[in-house]
């Protein structure tokens, strides 16, 4: 059982349309780090999240970090071919290491 | 700009066989990371250093082993290559919380 539950697994929709992918678990987080990997690179960090409720936005990308700090979401509006890639959320624990939800795999078609 | 860099983008070698993945930063990051990735199963960390000369077992460290003479240099070995190893290699390095990452190295073992 992952400790970062991602979901949708995989997500298929038209260029243009709005989207969102979450990020949940039982325990309480001090932070949430949310990265894109786009096929054949590493993962790179798109934003963090600390404070319970706090809302981000990064263009069309919108991240919010649940008041319980327990659970994120990931909206995109008007998506576009270029967003496709895979979101991962992780956990940075008191040692610096990140524990990773499995993702969630997106395409946008044109 | 940051730079994390892997050897190879791809490898192919033979069950049995010694393999040695290396990852060099130009950041002067005391911490580096070795993943490995696979399907539906995100990143699982195989082995951690935080400083030269230092390392950690993560949550997969069977099979592998690693190496950290020099701070900008992590590598990972494999000493007995085995078709279960077959996956995509991802190196990280992080000064504190947020990792960056190399364009990965997708080792098949045959």
């Known amino acids: 059982t992952q400790l970062l539950e991602q979901s949708p697994q995989f997500l298929s929709i038209q260029e243009g349309e709005n989207l969102t992918v979450y990020c949940n678990s039982s325990s309480v987080f001090s932070s949430l780090q949310w990265y894109r990997q786009e096929p054949g690179e590493g993962p790179v960090l798109l934003v963090t999240v600390v404070t319970g409720g706090e809302v981000k936005k990064l263009k069309r990308l919108t991240f919010q970090f649940g008041d319980a700090r327990k659970d994120s979401s990931l909206h995109i509006t008007a998506a576009q071919p270029g967003d496709t890639g895979l979101y991962l959320c992780?956990?940075?624990?008191?040692?610096?290491?990140?524990?990773w939800g499995a993702g969630t795999k997106l395409i946008i078609k044109p | 700009d940051v730079k994390v860099t892997q050897s190879s983008r791809y490898l192919v070698k033979r069950t049995g066989e010694k393999v040695f993945l290396e990852c060099v930063q130009d950041?002067?990051?005391?911490?580096m990371f070795w993943y490995r990735q696979d399907p539906g199963l995100g990143l699982r960390l195989i082995y951690f250093?935080?400083?030269?000369?230092?390392?950690e077992k993560g949550d997969i460290p069977e099979g592998y082993s690693v190496s950290r003479e020099k701070k900008e240099r992590f590598s990972l070995i494999l000493e007995s290559a085995s078709t279960n190893q077959t996956s995509m290699y991802l190196c990280?390095?992080?000064?504190?919380?947020?990792?960056?990452f190399g364009p990965g190295t997708r080792l098949t073992v045959l």
């Open positions: 250093s935080y400083d030269v000369k230092m390392k």
């Open positions: 950041m002067d990051h005391e911490n």
């Open positions: 990280a390095s992080s000064p504190r919380g947020r990792q960056f």
């Open positions: 992780a956990w940075r624990t008191s040692n610096y290491q990140l524990i």
